[in-house]
């Protein structure tokens, strides 16, 4: 199998995005499975190498044309570059909230965005930003899904996690707790469970059945708990089944994840952001990989923050950004994947 190409926005420069990076890329791993280019700072990268011991050589270059993907003798690890010098490392603070980052972290991304829309690129996978840096860069996004959906013109683009073999999709992401579960509603449960099926098929997996699973303890039991699984999920898995989708629902969300994890169903869709963000970070916390799915192009994505209180320290671990890219590589393999 060729190698995939996979473009990396670094991220927001005072975490640990530019140190994960570095390192995912000097793995052994990612070099035998991918090439490829990250979209940057200069400074911030070369200050973070000398942190960490390592000494790559950056090959600074203007677009993914130009890359030098050959092999380099052991000694040598090349960062192929594209620098947009956005983000000097004396014009702020390691560690701390920077409209200066969020700023730079948000033209990492759409530079990246633009490459893989081009074809130039066979998936995105990004470390992680920081939300209110977003904010006092004066970006209009509250994070990366919301960027990919306005940036690759999708208007509802899915979250789905993976790790080992069990997948969860979201119901809903970043709203209250109490929005969310005026979220569940019959016709959003069917929208939803057709196009994560569509996606699943769309990322070679055709065979298996989707669960729903319950809001409520023991999902409501029977309306003695709350009535949202009886008002709104069973009438939505009844019109799934009707339509042909293989679906069963609601499963109560304390069994849910370990049957999918057993191979019971393969996949999930969690009503609302924590229930399935518990259940697969409890697992695995550094092997959960978000996949945005449902756009014109593949991203795939650490799910933990920039940590800024271990940044520019040589602590942080690269296994969650080895796996992102390495899922990207798995994934990008597989051909279209449009909506």
Known sequence: MSKATIVIPMGDPAGIGSEIVL????????????????????????????????????????????????????????????DLNNAPVESFEPGN?????????????????????????????????????????????????????????????????EVRNMRVFFLSRHVS??????????????????????ALAQLGIKEGTMAVAGL???????????????????????????????VEGPVSADSVFHLALQGRYNSVLSLYHDQGHIATKTLDFERTIAITCGMPILRTSVDHGTAFDIAWQNKASFVSMEEAILLACKYSNLGDNDE
């Open 23 to 82: 390192k995912a890329l000097t793995s052994e791993n990612v070099k035998n499975r991918a090439n490829c280019v990250v979209v940057g700072d200069k400074s911030v990268l070369e200050a973070n190498a000398k942190i960490c011991g390592l000494s790559p050589k950056f090959n600074v270059i203007s677009s993914v044309d130009e890359a030098d993907f050959s092999d380099c003798d052991s000694d040598c690890d090349v960062v192929n570059l594209i």
């Open 97 to 161: 909230v920077s409209g200066v980052c969020g700023k730079a972290a948000f033209e990492y991304i759409k530079a990246a965005i633009e490459i893989a829309m081009a074809k130039k690129a066979d998936a995105v996978c990004t470390p992680p930003i920081n939300k209110e840096s977003l904010r006092a860069g004066l970006v209009p996004y509250i994070g990366h899904t919301e960027i990919f959906g306005e940036l690759t013109d999708t208007a509802d683009p899915l979250t789905l996690f």
């Open 177 to 198: 707790l109490r929005k969310a579960c005026d979220m569940v509603n019959t016709a959003r449960i069917v929208d939803y469970v057709k196009r994560c099926t569509k």
């Open 216 to 246: 409520n303890p023991h999902s409501g039991e029977h309306g003695l708990f709350g009535t949202e699984e009886m008002d709104a999920v069973v009438p939505a898995v009844a019109e799934l089944k009707k339509q042909g989708y293989l």
